[in-house]
């Protein structure tokens, strides 16, 4: 367990926007919470203090739609990272987008993450926002003034200040993301350098979109994050685009002008050192690729989000305010369970708590190992990283779960069938994943798989066996 930091008191569950701003304006001191996956860890992180009230963002009606335009793809303030993945829209008309929403985290976390919370936590090393910054995007930022809700549009290469600081006040949400969309004769990339292959905080990304007329670049923006202390638009060498050629020296001169611009950071991912050298290799090479029109090829055929369809909670409203003494319900594995205690509680705490569902475990506490997979309304999601209060009304399905009156389910039968064990503490996250990747697809490829299981295949090794499992359970029906 982690050391305990600062409680939760109260849960604000307001059903619109004007709502929500009139929480935030009667007490600024009170947090928003959409995905939770930065905030609860913030809290958690901080060490003890006073505690605190959250307004969770999930009950507003609309906070997650896209509108398509034929200039932008106008994302409202609760848009998770898995709709952008999954929404074709976005890599054909926003392609750095929807390659950067691929990269962040694992399927569980893209399932809750929301795009205005990776650019409201400002973390040079958020994914999304070099995408963001090359694409040209801006943000409406709302707040309520006492008398209706006023809000004012903001680039968002001018919403940071420094680190981890933006222009958004106290009293205001990001409550709409306009991105202008690739159109005729421009090309769009976004890449990342890792110490692995997922559930990796970026050493570099970085965002290119191009202009062309003919061969010839006519305009173009190239960003990068994880560099400097901000997110933040390579000016001069953006300037050397405009009426290149993309040969090989002008790639070379463009590349010198990058890394001469940045005086890269120094942390426990990469030396500053090597940052400069892999920035000039990270430009030329993307560079290349929009040269030569490749910058999709990478895109999987088909990428996993762990989400099925989702179920209807009701039309009943929910709970306006959760607090500790607070009984919240659910309909976990089919029964109705409840319980109180959800506004200072994760949902994994919360599940253990009821006594008789202990199959998920605690592995890392922050949303890293996998091990605390359950699936929330049809989506696989870190239960360490979700408040209890969030699940107020929801559908559950724990490890518990999937055996039904017939036996095992297939994924269960088949992870003991190819020894697909390890040491055993982190098998109830995969099963849960496993069982819905394969609600999701009937018949998955080796790359979907591990697309799927990306979320916990975490620093142990063995791994066959596990993707194995998937196949053979796929072969003998694993959705059900």
Same mark, same amino acid.
């Given at each position: 367990?982690?050391?305990?930091?600062?409680?939760?008191?109260?849960?604000?569950?307001?059903? @619109?926007?004007?709502?929500?701003? /009139?929480?935030?304006?009667?007490?600024?001191?009170?947090?928003?919470?959409? %995905?939770?996956?930065?905030?609860?860890?913030?809290?958690?992180?901080?060490?003890?203090?006073?505690?605190?009230?959250?307004?969770?963002?999930?009950?507003?009606? %609309?906070?997650?739609?896209?509108?398509?335009?034929?200039?932008?793809?106008?994302?409202?303030?609760?848009?998770?990272?898995?709709?952008?993945?999954?929404?074709?829209?976005?890599?054909?008309?926003?392609?750095?987008?929807?390659?950067?929403?691929?990269?962040?985290?694992?399927?569980?976390?893209?399932?809750?993450?929301?795009?205005?919370?990776?650019?409201?936590?400002? $973390?040079?090393?958020?994914?999304?926002?070099?995408?963001?910054?090359?694409?040209?995007?801006?943000?409406?930022?709302?707040?309520?003034?006492?008398?209706?809700?006023?809000?004012?549009?903001?680039?968002?290469?001018?919403?940071?200040?420094?680190?981890?600081? #933006?222009?958004?006040?106290?009293?205001?949400?990001?409550?709409?993301?306009?991105?202008?969309?690739? #159109?005729?004769?421009?090309?769009?990339?976004?890449?990342?350098?890792?110490?692995?292959?997922?559930?990796?905080?970026?050493?570099?990304?970085?965002?290119?979109?191009?202009?062309?007329?003919?061969?010839?670049? $006519?305009? %173009?923006?190239?960003?990068?994050?994880?560099?400097?202390?901000?997110?933040?638009?390579?000016?001069?060498?953006?300037?050397?685009?405009?009426?290149?050629?993309?040969?090989?020296? @002008?790639?070379?001169?463009?590349?010198?002008?990058?890394?001469?611009?940045?005086?890269?950071?120094?942390?426990?991912?990469? #030396?500053?050192?090597?940052?400069?050298?892999?920035?000039?290799?990270?430009?030329?090479?993307?560079?290349?690729?929009?040269?030569?029109?490749?910058?999709?090829?990478?895109?999987?055929?088909?990428?996993?989000?762990?989400?099925?369809?989702?179920?209807?909670?009701?039309?009943?409203?929910? /709970?306006?305010?959760?607090?500790?003494?607070?009984?919240?319900?659910?309909?976990?594995?089919?029964? $109705?369970?409840?319980?109180?205690?959800?506004?200072?509680?994760?949902?994994?705490?919360?599940?253990?708590?009821?006594?008789?569902?202990?199959?998920?475990?605690?592995?890392?506490?922050?949303?890293?190992?996998?091990?605390?997979?359950?699936?929330?309304?049809?989506?696989?999601?870190? @239960?360490?990283?979700?408040?209890?209060?969030?699940?107020?009304?929801?559908?559950?399905?724990?490890?518990?779960?999937?055996?039904?009156?017939?036996?095992?389910?297939?994924?269960?039968?088949?992870?003991?069938?190819?020894?697909?064990?390890?040491?055993?503490?982190?098998?109830?996250?995969?099963?849960?994943?496993?069982?819905?990747?394969?609600?999701?697809?009937?018949?998955?490829?080796?790359?979907?798989?591990?697309?799927?299981?990306?979320?916990?295949?975490?620093?142990? #090794?063995?791994?066959?066996?596990?993707?194995?499992?998937?196949?053979?359970?796929?072969?003998? %029906?694993?959705?059900?």
């Amino acid at each position: 367990m982690q050391r305990v930091g600062r409680s939760v008191a109260t849960i604000r569950r307001p059903v @619109s926007v004007e709502a929500a701003l /009139r929480l935030m304006a009667e007490d600024p001191s009170r947090r928003p919470l959409a %995905g939770g996956t930065d905030i609860l860890l913030h809290l958690h992180r901080g060490g003890p203090g006073d505690s605190v009230e959250l307004i969770d963002l999930t009950s507003i009606d %609309g906070f997650d739609h896209v509108e398509e335009r034929a200039d932008a793809l106008v994302l409202a303030g609760g848009v998770r990272h898995r709709q952008v993945v999954a929404d074709p829209r976005f890599i054909e008309r926003a392609t750095p987008l929807a390659q950067a929403c691929l990269e962040i985290g694992s399927p569980q976390l893209r399932n809750r993450a929301t795009i205005a919370g990776n650019l409201a936590t400002a $973390s040079p090393a958020n994914d999304s926002i070099s995408a963001l910054m090359a694409l040209g995007a801006s943000l409406e930022l709302s707040r309520w003034d006492g008398s209706r809700v006023v809000a004012r549009m903001v680039d968002v290469d001018r919403f940071f200040t420094g680190f981890r600081t #933006t222009v958004l006040g106290d009293d205001e949400l990001i409550t709409r993301i306009e991105v202008p969309v690739l #159109t005729e004769g421009m090309r769009g990339v976004w890449v990342k350098l890792g110490n692995r292959r997922a559930q990796a905080i970026s050493v570099i990304h970085a965002a290119f979109v191009l202009r062309f007329e003919g061969d010839r670049v $006519s305009d %173009g923006r190239m960003a990068f994050g994880s560099v400097a202390p901000v997110v933040k638009l390579a000016d001069a060498g953006n300037g050397l685009l405009v009426g290149s050629v993309l040969d090989d020296d @002008s790639l070379q001169e463009i590349a010198a002008a990058v890394v001469e611009e940045f005086e890269p950071i120094d942390d426990v991912r990469a #030396t500053a050192e090597y940052r400069s050298q892999a920035l000039g290799r990270l430009v030329t090479r993307s560079l290349t690729a929009l040269r030569d029109g490749v910058q999709r090829d990478r895109w999987p055929r088909s990428s996993p989000t762990l989400c099925s369809a989702i179920p209807s909670r009701g039309s009943d409203p929910p /709970r306006s305010t959760i607090d500790n003494e607070t009984v919240i319900a659910a309909m976990v594995n089919g029964q $109705s369970v409840s319980g109180a205690g959800a506004a200072s509680m994760t949902l994994l705490d919360w599940l253990r708590a009821r006594g008789t569902l202990d199959g998920t475990k605690e592995g890392c506490a922050e949303g890293e190992c996998g091990a605390c997979t359950v699936e929330l309304d049809g989506a696989a999601v870190m @239960s360490c990283i979700v408040q209890a209060a969030q699940a107020d009304g929801a559908n559950i399905t724990t490890v518990e779960g999937l055996e039904s009156a017939d036996g095992l389910h297939p994924i269960q039968q088949a992870f003991i069938d190819e020894f697909a064990v390890q040491c055993g503490f982190c098998i109830p996250g995969f099963v849960v994943a496993g069982a819905a990747l394969l609600d999701e697809i009937d018949d998955p490829t080796e790359e979907q798989i591990h697309l799927g299981l990306s979320g916990n295949l975490c620093r142990c #090794t063995g791994y066959y066996p596990m993707v194995s499992a998937v196949q053979v359970a796929s072969r003998k %029906g694993g959705a059900t």
